[in-house]
Nanobody, 123 residues
Framework: QVQLVETGAGLVQAGGSLRLSCAGS????????MGWFRQAPGKEREFAAA????????YYTGSVKGRFTISRDNAKNTVYLQMDSLKPDDTGVYYC????????????????WGQGTQVTVSS
């Protein structure tokens, strides 16, 4: 029904910025809340940010709040994660996710997952 493809993998120095994109297929993209999760080396996947279907509501985990910004452009079927002031601890694989309810999505309850994209932050 919905396919998600992340782009934006890259290597950046600590303090730098990077923007990830997640392109979704399907005519119902605008009906889904969207989110970003990440998995650091040796750690379990964690919630990072989410945005409601309309874009009016956003949620962030405390470790990224103030540094990351999630946004979406429903006309382009795309959700973005702007990452600023990056730290080595931000290193990991970032996954795009789609779900019907944003609060459920923040807990990992996703209907669809992207394949992941690698983000590496050097010190």
């Amino acid at each position: 029904q919905v396919q998600l493809v992340e782009t934006g993998a890259g290597l950046v120095q600590a303090g730098g910025s990077l923007r990830l994109s997640c392109a979704g297929s399907g005519r119902t993209f605008s009906m889904y809340a969207m989110g970003w999760f990440r998995q650091a080396p040796g750690k379990e996947r964690e919630f990072a940010a989410a945005i409601s279907a309309s874009g009016a509501t956003t949620y962030y985990t405390g470790s990224v709040k103030g540094r990351f910004t999630i946004s979406r452009d429903n006309a382009k079927n795309t959700v973005y994660l702007q990452m600023d002031s990056l730290k080595p601890d931000d290193t990991g694989v970032y996954y795009c996710a789609a779900g019907r309810q944003i609060l459920t999505l923040t807990k990992g309850g996703s209907d669809y997952w992207g394949q992941g994209t690698q983000v590496t932050v050097s010190s």
